[in-house]
């Protein structure tokens, strides 16, 4: 094995511990709880550092290379060679993997795996309890019982969160988040290696988005800026043309550049379990999985297709029922409330009652979306999904549905039951200004509000201690600052999904926003592009400055989303047609009949584009492809090689016995 250059060891895990309130006799230190954790936290091979804080005490963590490569080849955690094959990690074949686009060997996702097993891994392997003590208490370590959950469940570390590495964050702050020359210019390789595979992710199709809607925004600009006379109505329908083919190509071709990044980071899409073994309590990736399957059911193959089947369609009746719930629900409690609001405002004339009615519309829609999300984390808990990424995706079918009806249903009330489009188009300017504009206000305000209000209690709880004659408390440490700003965790609940959520459900209402009512505002695109371009800078400050730093979510693509954003363009080929229709029969320019007919013509043409796109452009790029198959050969060739060398070997040993038998 060739000598590693040494990487950079930096502190990238906290713990947060009280401070002890009673002075600590001389036998007690022995015993002490935190400086025990210490020193196990030494002898699994962390740097510790520890830190005085306001009220608490903080415990840095940072791990040498070796220590990474010893927890990652104790977690077989599989990465890529050399010959384009992933296996799984030995450090002592350490040079046969390739290194991650910034030049370390393990990403944040694999880094933050190790952190975990090597603090939560710490276990009592001696013949007996041990006696641990904190602030007069007294409790026992458990043989068998691991450390680091003993000290949660007894209160003594708080919480265990990632740290900010101060040199890659001021890298990132001014190449990212404050670079605003470039409009939608990103390094997303350096976020991929900082913030993990998810959050690349979200930000490479956000910079896609917001680059595609230069197009639109362009054509919606000209539009409303031109006046094209007894063309208007024919450059109508041919804007609405092109924003749906632009509309059918944005998913096909991020498809392809979402397998592109992962080629180029090196990361292959994941075989997931299969549900049957995981039922059993197994993996087809363990090489004993085929013959612990025989041996559980033998070589009775009816009963083992029994299982299966009986697996894979209760999960689907499960799902259905659950789907069923949230539907009915919608159906029968949301869309009376919806369609009252939608009626309310178009026969109230007052603005100051709309605006009162306004403003108690958006605190019910809260109550519900938040009852709503509850239900569905619930409802979710007894689905047979395969993994946490299945659950979450139901999760975000659920509550978007419910998004989607108190987004858009006050608005398809106006447009295909008034069809009043002077309203319409006001509605759509309120939603659109109201809504990103509050939304951005939001979302950046509220973290530095909840930082300010943690400050602020610390500081009262800490001169309550000292009475009154206290001075001004700062705040000196780093790493005291970042345990205070809030988490990035999203507002439907921490359990299944992060800050992502709200995020991503950003984009997909305003998507459909501009898409389903393109025709009755082309403007809309331009606003849409402005506020993506803010939107880029003002997450990036979000996530570095503003909040904690997110735990690492491993995942390939976008998920369920990527299943709205096409329901968006399935829906708004219908919504513009229909506002089409209705919009020439209010100018009486031609007749309904061949103006309908006509339009039913271009909404089929348009649907059968739709499908049929993602035949004619692959999701996958040649290159990535052609890469894919010359490594796949060069592996296939080395591994046949290696197995004829072990087969002759063996038979020339065989051989040798042999022949000194028969000397």
């Known amino acids: 094995m060739n000598v590693l250059e040494e990487e950079q060891t930096a502190f990238e895990i906290g713990v947060v511990v009280p401070k002890r309130n009673v002075k600590a006799e001389e036998d007690e230190e022995a015993c002490d709880c935190v400086e025990f954790l210490v020193n196990e936290f030494r002898k699994v091979g962390l740097v510790v550092e520890r830190v005085p804080g306001v009220v608490d005490e903080f415990i840095k963590l940072a791990a040498p290379l070796e220590t990474l490569g010893r927890a990652a080849a104790e977690l077989q955690i599989k990465k890529r060679t050399q010959i384009g094959m992933d296996l ?20 944040w996702c694999e880094r933050f795996r190790c ?9 009592n392997k001696r013949k007996s309890a041990v006696t641990l003590r904190f602030d007069g208490k007294e409790f026992y370590w458990e043989v068998g019982e691991h450390l680091l959950k003993k000290l949660e469940s007894q209160r003594i570390v708080k919480e265990v969160f990632p740290l900010h590495d101060e040199v890659k964050r001021k890298k990132l702050l001014h190449t990212w988040a404050l670079h605003w020359w470039d409009f939608t210019s990103q390094p997303i390789d350096e976020i991929y290696s900082y913030f993990g595979t998810k959050i690349a992710i979200y930000f490479a199709f956000l910079g896609m988005y917001t680059r595609w809607l230069l197009f639109p925004a362009t054509f919606g600009l000209i539009l409303q800026i031109f006046d094209f006379g007894s063309l208007q109505l024919l450059v109508l329908p041919l804007f609405f043309i092109s924003i749906t083919l632009w509309a059918i190509m944005f998913p096909q071709f991020w498809k392809r550049k979402n397998v592109a990044l992962l080629a180029r980071w090196h990361i292959s899409y994941p075989i997931k379990t299969d549900l049957g073994n995981r039922q059993l309590g197994l993996a087809w990736s363990s090489p004993q999985s085929s013959v612990e399957l025989m041996k559980k059911w033998g070589t009775d193959k009816t009963k083992e297709k029994e299982m299966f089947q009986r697996i894979e369609w209760f999960g689907r009746l499960m799902r259905f029922r659950n789907d069923a719930i949230i539907i009915v629900s919608i159906i029968c409690l949301q869309l009376p409330f919806e369609l009252a609001y939608a009626h309310l405002y178009e026969v109230i004339e007052s603005d100051i009652v709309k605006f009162g009615l306004t403003t108690v519309y958006l605190f019910a829609i809260q109550f519900f979306t938040q009852l709503g999300g509850k239900i569905s984390v619930k409802l979710i808990k007894y689905e047979n999904n395969e993994n946490t990424e299945k659950r979450a995706d139901s999760l975000v079918y659920k509550v978007f549905g419910l998004y989607f009806m108190q987004s858009y249903i006050g608005i398809f009330y106006h447009a295909l039951l008034h069809r009043n489009f002077l309203t ?70 921490v359990e299944l999904e992060d800050g992502l959520f709200d995020d991503f459900l950003e984009l997909a209402l305003q998507f459909g926003m501009i898409m389903m009512f393109a025709c009755a505002l082309p403007p809309a695109f331009a606003f849409a592009a402005l506020n993506n371009i803010t939107e880029i800078r003002t997450d990036a400050l979000k996530l570095l400055v503003m909040h904690k730093r997110p735990i690492p979510r491993v995942s390939t693509t976008i998920g369920a989303w990527s299943n709205i954003f096409q329901f968006l363009v399935v829906t708004s080929i219908c919504t513009n047609c229909a506002l089409l229709v209705w919009l020439y029969d209010q100018e009486g320019k031609w007749k309904i009949e061949p103006g309908l007919a006509a339009i039913l013509v271009m909404e089929h043409v348009l649907l059968l584009i739709k499908f049929g796109f993602s035949r004619f452009v692959p999701e996958e790029p040649a290159w990535v492809r052609a890469n894919r198959v010359k490594k796949a050969t060069e592996a296939e060739n080395m591994c046949s090689k290696q197995l004829l060398r072990n087969i002759s070997g063996g038979e020339r040993a065989v051989g040798a016995s042999a022949v000194k038998k028969t000397e």
């Open 88 to 107: 799984q990690f030995e450090w002592e074949e350490v040079d046969a993997f390739v290194r991650q686009p910034d030049g370390s060997l393990f990403s």
């Open 115 to 123: 952190y975990r097993h090597l603090i939560y891994g710490i276990m």
């Open 424 to 493: 319409l188009r006001t509605v759509l300017i309120q939603r659109l200004l109201v809504s990103e504009v509050l939304e951005n206000l939001v979302e950046n305000t509220l973290p530095y509000l909840k930082y300010s209000y943690k400050k602020f209690r610390v500081r009262s709880k800490k001169k309550r201690e000292k009475g009154s004659s206290a001075g001004k408390i700062q705040f000196t440490s780093r790493v005291e600052k970042e345990y205070l700003k809030p988490s990035y965790s999203a507002s439907i609940g």
